[in-house]
């Protein structure tokens, strides 16, 4: 199978060498084309345009960081919408908002093509191991036509209904990791200093009904002051903002998220932005911190 895949940052390059590991021919385009050369040497073709992808392949797989990369992909001159036509099909597994992806459908499905949005559950590790939460939805055929990568990227693979559903599944997972993680922070900071040992609470947690895989993987590095960027904030905080925006749009009341935003907020003025986004730890516990 021929795929073509736009974007090569954390996650779209774990996942496209995942797809060229297990014999997918894939061809590459990144706004910085440096980044195309490891993928080469492991046997990826490189395409200068996205439009250039596009037409090579009859599936197009885009990674991009948020809405306006997304959109200006799709969009501008060499982007993807220059060459989608009957026959091909467009896959963003970006995470943006309901309302970016039906613009790139509607636009896709004018001139022919099939779209469906696929965001990810799950970090670089995961995206390394292929075993990443796929969480579809847009052109049922599509989807079942994309489920021999999917099975290569994904550990299991959700086919959520009409586009927008999931976007929307996907930020309403990464709200609640993102005021998850800022709770996490606050404990770690409070059993400091009342006089407890950070990690014999990190031990505790592991063991009772609270105890997830984010907390276990990220609190060790956490405790020695280190943010090896898996998820970057900036990210986190995109999302948490695109998570309260859904909130406003559907009346519902989320406190603890925008207390959460403030603080991802907050880590990104202060240069954290590029840190994993459990750096929002150094907020919590100087909030008059820099990086
Ligand atoms: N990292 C993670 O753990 C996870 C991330 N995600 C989501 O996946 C997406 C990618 O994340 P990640 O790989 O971590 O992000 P990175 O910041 O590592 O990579 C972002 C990618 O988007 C490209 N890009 C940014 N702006 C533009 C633009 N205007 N035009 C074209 N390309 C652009 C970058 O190109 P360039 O190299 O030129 O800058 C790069 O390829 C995001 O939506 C993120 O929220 C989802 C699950 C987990
Ligand atoms: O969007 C990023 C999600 C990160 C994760 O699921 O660990």
Redesign the pocket.
């Known amino acids: 199978m021929e795929v073509g895949f736009l974007?090569?940052?954390?996650?779209?390059?774990a996942m496209s060498m995942n797809l060229l590991r297990h014999g997918f021919k894939v061809t590459v385009w990144?706004?910085?084309l440096s980044?195309c050369e490891e993928l080469v040497e492991h046997g990826a073709s490189i395409g200068k345009t996205p439009a250039e992808v596009v037409k090579k392949c009859k599936y197009t797989i885009a990674?991009?960081?948020?809405p306006?990369?997304a959109l200006?992909?799709a969009f501008d001159k060499d982007g993807v919408l220059e060459q989608i036509c009957s026959g091909k099909g467009y896959i963003d597994?970006?995470?943006?908002d309901a309302d970016t992806s039906s613009k790139i459908s509607e636009e896709i499905t004018k001139k022919g093509g099939c779209f469906l949005e696929a965001?990810?559950?799950?970090?670089?590790k995961p995206?390394e191991d292929g075993q990443l939460i796929i969480l579809a939805a847009g052109e049922k055929q599509l989807y079942d036509e994309a489920i021999p990568a999917f099975n290569v990227m994904g550990k299991k693979s959700f086919f959520l209904g009409q586009v927008g559903n999931g976007a929307k599944m996907?930020l309403v997972v990464n709200m609640i990791m993102g005021s998850m993680m800022n709770a996490f922070s606050e404990g770690l900071v409070l059993a400091d200093r009342s006089g407890l040992d950070q990690q014999t609470l990190l031990d505790v947690l592991d063991l009772g009904a609270i105890a997830n895989p984010m907390f276990k993987l990220k609190g060790p590095a956490m405790v020695q002051n280190n943010y090896p960027p898996?998820?970057?904030l900036k990210?986190q905080q995109?999302?948490m903002r695109l998570a309260l925006a859904l909130g406003d749009e559907n009346a519902v009341s989320m406190p603890v998220a925008a207390a959460s935003n403030e603080a991802f907020k907050k880590a990104r003025s202060l240069g954290f932005e590029d840190h994993d986004f459990s750096a929002v730890y150094e907020v919590v516990k100087a909030p008059e911190h820099s990086a």
Do not use: C, E, W, Y
């Open positions: 974007g090569l940052g954390i996650m779209g390059k990144n706004r910085t980044k990674m991009l960081s948020d306006s990369a200006s992909v597994m970006s995470t943006v965001p990810v559950s799950g970090s670089k995206a996907k898996a998820f970057p990210h995109k999302d």
